[in-house]
């Protein structure tokens, strides 16, 4: 199971790498996204909260990071997110936003599960694992 952390860490740092000229975009989308398929499972006040609680433990790192006030207006609701990347370097955005989104998915795999969590992130980041062994994803 430790491998599965592995696993949906990789998706992870593979998710940055898509979008290096547009990196502080691309950490939104990868939010937005997630947020559409976890707010119909955990619902809103469960999302902000797993997502709060991840911003102060990613703040020890990243201090810039700003608090999380998260608007219910589903356009809006990282705006406070994209005003701490937009003041930051690319690789700075694509370190902070990757640490974001580990430690957010670590709290939930460990109340919903590993294999669940990496199914999650499979399906909203559009990640097909089995088309991408060859750039170094293993499902075991």
Not at 35 to 56: C, K, M, P
Not at 86 to 104: C, D, K, M, R
């Amino acid at each position: 199971m430790a491998t599965n952390g592995l696993l949906r860490h990789q998706m992870i740092e593979s998710l940055m790498a898509r979008h290096p000229e547009g990196v502080v975009d691309g950490a939104i989308v990868s939010w937005e996204q997630l947020a559409t398929h976890l707010v119909s499972i955990i619902g809103e006040s469960g999302f902000n909260s797993l997502y709060a609680r991840s911003v102060f433990l990613a703040q020890s790192t990243f201090p810039w990071l700003a608090p999380s006030l998260l608007s219910s207006q589903t356009d809006h609701r990282f705006a406070e997110l994209r005003i701490s990347f937009e003041g930051q370097t690319p690789v700075q955005v694509s370190e902070a936003n990757s640490l974001l989104l580990i430690i957010f998915t670590d709290i939930l795999a460990s109340l919903i599960s590993e294999r669940l969590m990496t199914q999650i992130v499979r399906f909203s980041w559009g990640i097909n694992v089995q088309d991408r062994t060859d750039k170094g994803f293993t499902d075991e």
